[in-house]
C-alpha cells in the first residue's frame, strides 16, 4: 500500500524566511505532485515532478524529486504572506502510462506573519 | 488551459435524501475521472475511479451502493450520494485525466460542499 508521509504539518514562519517541506513515500512512483489548498477552496497545481533529479521553480516555490531517496522537497524562498496556505504532496503508482488516482499526503498547514 | 468543473458547489440535503454531483472536463475528453472526499482539516481521500463506459473502480471501504458512479460520456461523470447522512458531509473534490496525461497536472474541480441536516 502506498502511504505518502508530509512533514512538517504544520508551520508557521515570518516573511522573508526560507523553508522547506518534505514529501517522502513508501513505494515506487512515476510521478509527483504538489498542490495548494486554500480554505474552502479546491486544489491548485503546483508542479508535476517525474524523474529523478527533476527541480521546477515557480516565483518563490521550488520543488524537487529523488526518487532513490522517495524524497520530494518543496522549498519556499523568503516567503510572503500570499503563500500561506495548505501544501499538498501526492503520489500515483506506477500506471504505465494510464491515468490513476493520487496519494495525497496528510498537508502542510502553512501560516506566513508579516 | 483544461479545466473541470464541478457542480453543485455548495448543497444542503435532509438526512436520507440522495444528492447528485456532477463532473465535467470542459475542453479534453476524460477517459478517467476520480472522485476524492475531504473532512475538515484533513487531507483528500481516494473514493473511486470513474471509467467511461465500464464500472467504478471503488477503494477500500468505499460503499458503492451508497455512492453511485456514472460516467457515462467522456465529458461528465455523476456521483450520486443516496440516502445521505450527517457523517457523508464533507468536501467532495473531482478530478480528470486521460491515458495521456503523463506529464500535466491532473485537474481538479471546484469542489462540492455537502451538509446533511
Known amino acids: 500500500e502506498l502511504k505518502v508521509e508530509q512533514n512538517p504539518l504544520f508551520l508557521s514562519m515570518q516573511e522573508g524566511k526560507n523553508y522547506t517541506i518534505y514529501c517522502n513515500y513508501s513505494t515506487t512512483s512515476d510521478r509527483l505532485y504538489w498542490y495548494r489548498q486554500d480554505p474552502g477552496k479546491s486544489l491548485e497545481s503546483l508542479f508535476v515532478?517525474?524523474?529523478?533529479?527533476a527541480v521546477k521553480q515557480e516565483g518563490r516555490l521550488m520543488a524537487s524529486l529523488d526518487t532513490k531517496a522517495r524524497l520530494s522537497t518543496l522549498h519556499i524562498t523568503a516567503a510572503v504572506h500570499d503563500l500561506s496556505a495548505t501544501y499538498f504532496c501526492a503520489v500515483v503508482s506506477y500506471s504505465g502510462g494510464g491515468a490513476d488516482g493520487l496519494t495525497f499526503g496528510k498537508g502542510t498547514h502553512l501560516i506566513i506573519q508579516p | 488551459g483544461a479545466v473541470v468543473s464541478q457542480h453543485p458547489s455548495r448543497v444542503i440535503c435532509k438526512s436520507g435524501t440522495s444528492v447528485k454531483i456532477e463532473c465535467r472536463s470542459l475542453d479534453f475528453q476524460a477517459t478517467t475521472m476520480f472522485w476524492y472526499r475531504q473532512f475538515p482539516k484533513q487531507s483528500l481521500m481516494l473514493m473511486a475511479t470513474?471509467?467511461?463506459?465500464?464500472?467504478?473502480?471503488?477503494e477500500q471501504g468505499v460503499e458503492k451502493d451508497k455512492f453511485l458512479i456514472n460516467h457515462a460520456s467522456l465529458t461528465l461523470s455523476t456521483l450520486t450520494v443516496t440516502s445521505a447522512h450527517p457523517e457523508d458531509s464533507s468536501f467532495y473534490i473531482c478530478s480528470a485525466g486521460t491515458p495521456h496525461s503523463y506529464n500535466s497536472p491532473l485537474h481538479f474541480g471546484n469542489g462540492t460542499r455537502l451538509t446533511v441536516t
Open positions: 470513474s471509467n467511461e463506459g465500464s464500472k467504478a473502480t471503488y
Open positions: 515532478l517525474l524523474s529523478n533529479g
